[in-house]
């Protein structure tokens, strides 16, 4: 089934990624416009579009760099990514791809970034060589890798592979696989909690998340959720999961793993973002609209208009 879809074909596959809060408050929520051609910057206290970037080939993932000053978005259909000043909001380069770029992740130093090729079993590693980001080799994975989450250190990588079922533990000095991780069915979108040594998969046609107990390498438990889970954010001592076809957040206890509310949110949710206030930020592909939820009280604060598809699959908050 093919996530570089139009209108009509809502098929269950993209985003990213580790989904975990910043440091501090987000001003701005920086959108992949798929259908649109466009990346935008959302001003959140506004609550509106404050500036649109022209990007083709269907803008799907995106990175954060560790400075928060660019954007790097993978184009599906244009066979690369594009590399975004968002200060000046401007495309600086594109880097050209084979496959099906769609996940993606930067290094926490900054320098390198990890694209997964959605067609095939491997990361594309990218590294900034005087200023310029070029590509620098591969390294194999499970089938259909999605999303990847960057431990903090930069040392290992946790892939998704959708068709495997499974998560890849990566060696990054190595670059090479060191442990292959069954899961649910169809894991997309994967979160790391680094300081609870866990990790979370959205299992998207299983309807569940997998748990992932790091240092022992293996699935200790799952937690049921709406029909077609996409990603995962943490906030407040809880998970967040988008339900793409429920068009709903499922909310659910970080400590006790039972769900604890379904949160309405808009048509086909897919990306999903926190920040340091325990706000929650969900990207609605099928409605055009980002919605802002207080990670607390489980409320819906703000809906906010967008461009044509929405996705984010990815960190985007700033």
């Not at 890798?145 to 060696?171: F, H, K, M, Q, W």
């Amino acid at each position: 089934m093919s996530v570089f879809r139009g209108r009509t074909a809502f098929a269950a596959g993209l985003t990213l990624i580790a989904s975990l809060a910043h440091a501090e408050p987000a001003r701005e929520a920086i959108v992949t416009a798929q259908l649109g051609g466009a990346v935008e910057v959302v001003d959140l206290a506004a609550g509106k579009v404050v500036r649109r970037i022209p990007v083709d080939g269907a803008p799907a993932g995106i990175a954060l760099s560790a400075d928060r000053k660019r954007a790097y978005v993978t184009r599906p259909e244009g066979h690369g990514i594009a590399v975004i000043d968002l200060d000046a909001g401007r495309v600086l380069s594109e880097v050209a791809l084979p496959g099906g770029p769609l996940g993606i992740a930067a290094g926490p130093r900054g320098g390198t970034v990890y694209v997964a090729d959605w067609y095939g079993h491997r990361l594309f590693v990218l590294t900034e060589r005087d200023g310029t980001l070029v590509p620098d080799g591969e390294i194999a994975v499970g089938a259909s890798p999605s999303g990847i989450a960057v431990a903090p250190d930069g040392s290992t990588l946790y892939v998704a592979n959708r068709e495997a079922n499974t998560v890849s533990v990566v060696e990054v000095a190595a670059r090479r696989e060191t442990k292959v991780i069954p899961v649910g069915q169809h894991p997309f979108g994967i979160t790391l909690d680094a300081a609870a040594g866990r990790a979370y998969t959205a299992n998207v046609t299983s309807d569940d998340v997998s748990v992932i107990d790091l240092a022992a390498g293996r699935e200790i438990g799952r937690i049921s959720t709406g029909r077609r889970p996409y990603v995962i954010a943490l906030s407040q001592g809880r998970g967040f999961v988008t339900d793409q076809y429920a068009g709903s957040v499922t909310a659910f206890d970080l400590a006790t793993l039972k769900p604890i509310a379904d949160i309405d949110v808009g048509d086909h949710p897919e990306g999903i973002g926190a920040d340091a206030d325990g706000r929650l930020c969900v990207a609605n592909w099928g409605d055009n609209t980002l919605t802002l939820i207080d990670a607390a009280t489980l409320k819906v604060i703000k809906t906010i208009p967008t461009g044509d598809g929405p996705r984010s699959f990815g960190a985007f908050l700033r």
